[in-house]
């Protein structure tokens, strides 16, 4: 099972930008996809952006959608967030996960017992 470790989170006023990294302790060429999720205080988990593998497709939420992107490093063992025009709603616990989404049904599954999953890192974003 592939050990991930997300970074790249902290404090960040509204409108700044962040880059979230995943990395893994194998590569992620071996999972059909890794999704990133977050979750706020007292809310779900929900789905943010999932990576498919094989064809490099991508898919964020409308929650996000034209201000996040998802992204892989070349070489395959990072997969990167990039958050722009942070709001105050996007202040949540931020985590990465394999084989929890799929792109071409945009359909994300929020559940720990899907894949693997980081511990998660902190986004708060101030007003």
């Known amino acids: 099972q592939v050990h991930l470790v997300e970074s790249g989170g902290g404090w960040v006023q509204s409108g700044g930008s962040l880059r979230l990294s995943c990395a893994a302790s194998?590569?992620?060429?071996?999972?059909?996809?890794i999704g990133w999720f977050r979750q706020a205080p007292g809310r779900e988990r929900e789905g943010v952006a999932c990576?498919?593998?094989?064809?490099?497709?991508?898919h964020v939420t409308n929650a996000v959608k034209g201000r996040f992107t998802i992204s892989r490093h070349n070489d395959k063992n990072t997969i990167y967030l990039q958050m722009n025009s942070l709001k105050p709603e996007d202040t949540a616990v931020y985590y990465c996960?394999?084989?929890?989404?799929?792109?071409?049904?945009?359909?994300?599954?929020?559940?720990?017992?899907?894949?693997?999953w980081g511990q998660g890192t902190q986004v708060t974003v101030s007003s």
């Open positions: 194998g590569t992620f060429g071996d999972y059909n996809s």
């Open positions: 990576f498919n593998s094989l064809d490099r497709l991508t």
């Open positions: 996960a394999t084989d929890s989404c799929h792109v071409e049904t945009e359909t994300y599954y929020p559940i720990a017992g899907f894949g693997s």
